[in-house]
């Protein structure tokens, strides 16, 4: 059996411009820590990562403790949004038709593709091992929804404040067998956050 865990990335400095290189809060970088604790009694075997930083970082230091260098994809990378891409309108729009985009976005059907092209081959290349994939919101949702067709915006609206997260993904060769939640910190509009610890079967 082949376990991946993925890690949604912690809190990002929003009024950060440029996507790609937007680093973590200080909140998100002290958020961090539970990636580490809860993945340090693992045997994880290798670490993949979108290219973003605020993802490679919210899994630097568990890659760190396991001595692994973080393999980069640029196919892992977060949905390109156009202008005024990120509101619960477009979330709707998008999910309702997965075709759909903002000019100068992408579409869920466009993540996804590339995603799971990516997730193939990772499978492919490490069969029977524990993986770990720095992920994003989007990103992550899009997998999800390749494997569940009823995982929907309602299901993507329900984790889009959890930085970071964790979801570990069982698969017996190509075919998933198992999914189960495990830890997030909840960033809520109000300045609230609240960290869990919870399995999902």
Known sequence: MTR?????????EHVWQEDRTRPLTKEGKKDSAIVLDF??????????????KR???????????????????????????????????????????HDYHEKCGESIAMVQRRNIEALNEILSDNQNKQIVVGTHGTAL???LNYYDKDFGCEDFLRIIDWMPYIIELNFEGMNLIGKYEHCHVEKAFMGKERSTMEKMH
């Open 4 to 12: 991946v865990y993925f890690v949604r990335h912690a809190q990002p």
């Open 39 to 52: 993945l340090k009694d693992k045997k994880i075997d290798v670490f993949y990562c979108s290219p973003y």
């Open 141 to 143: 949702s899009a997998i």
């Open 55 to 97: 993802s490679k970082d919210t899994i630097l230091d568990a890659a760190a403790f396991f001595k692994k260098e973080i393999i980069t994809d640029e196919r892992l990378r977060e949905r390109e949004k156009g202008p005024e891409g990120n509101n619960r309108e477009m979330f709707r729009k998008r999910w309702a038709n």
